[in-house]
């Protein structure tokens, strides 16, 4: 099963990891223990490499830092990531709506349906 998208919330002590399609969800949290905040950003990005579009979302300067960190590591990356939202603590459920409804939005204009695609 191929879970094309990601959706990370982070702060200073947790990232919380979703893949998910629209179907099916699988959610991680990836708590920041004594190593360095390079290798918690390298643990977290190996996380997210084969999530086609990825929302990274939390609370502070974290997401930015995250984002930002994968940029300099791996521009290919980072031009998957489609935003940089604030965002408060959610639940799994809360977070994985936001992140649904954020991407339903994004995918739309590029979004054929059936019948359009046979008129062509």
Known sequence: M?????????????????HFDWRHADSRVLPRGTESLDAWYEALAAMV???E???VAGTGAS?????????Q????QRARIFE????????????????????QRV???HHIEPD???AA
């Open 63 to 71: 997401p930015r830092q995250f984002t930002g960190w994968v940029q």
């Open 49 to 51: 490499t084969d999530a």
């Open 2 to 18: 191929s879970l094309d998208h990601a959706v990370v919330w982070l702060d200073d002590a947790h990232a919380q990891i979703i």
């Open 116 to 118: 359009d695609a046979l």
């Open 107 to 109: 995918d739309r204009p």
């Open 84 to 103: 940089v939202q604030s965002l408060g603590r959610l639940s799994d459920r809360d977070l994985l709506a936001h992140a649904r409804r954020y991407f």
């Open 73 to 76: 590591v791996s521009p290919a």
């Open 53 to 55: 579009e990825i929302l």
